[in-house]
């Protein structure tokens, strides 16, 4: 029964979402607030692209400091930078009906804590994370 559970069972399907055009000012700031590390980037409900928390970080002026110099420049970067340029496009993706075990694979392989979940036709459907594979291994640990 644990071997046919599939990447529906346990997605993440209730996630905020960026588009393109979103700029980065308060990207850094919502991810932190909700405790996630990446973001799917739509058109409509297709999935076009992922941003981590490190694609956001790479773009920001270090924040160890408080200078209002570097403050005042950091919310110019953000404000003038779009998510369509520090976006990975097309990023892997996987179906609902993959197992658990195929997409925790997956994850290990390519050193990556999120794969987006879509149909066949782009339709963003949810987010497969360590964290949710980690919710599974607990679950089972304890009912064991």
Do not use: W
């Not at 559970?5 to 346990?10: G, M, N, Q, W």
């Not at 179906?95 to 782009?122: E, F, H, M, W, Y």
């Amino acid at each position: 029964m644990v071997a046919n559970l599939k990447v529906s069972d346990i997605m993440t399907t209730d996630m905020l979402v960026l588009r393109e055009e979103d700029n980065l000012a308060h990207v850094g700031e919502r991810m932190h607030d909700a405790n996630v590390h990446h973001l799917p980037v739509v058109d409509g409900d297709k999935l076009v692209g992922m941003v981590s928390q490190r694609d956001v970080l790479r773009y920001s002026v270090s924040s160890l400091t408080n200078d209002p110099v570097h403050r005042h420049t950091n919310e110019s970067i953000e404000e003038g930078a779009f998510i369509a340029s520090i976006m990975a496009p097309n990023p892997e993706r996987v179906s609902p009906d993959l197992t658990v075990g195929a997409a925790a694979k997956l994850l290990l392989q390519n050193r990556i804590g999120c794969v987006p979940v879509t149909k066949d036709d782009g339709t963003l459907l949810g987010l497969v994370t360590e964290n949710d594979c980690t919710r599974l291994l607990v679950k089972l640990l304890d009912a064991g």
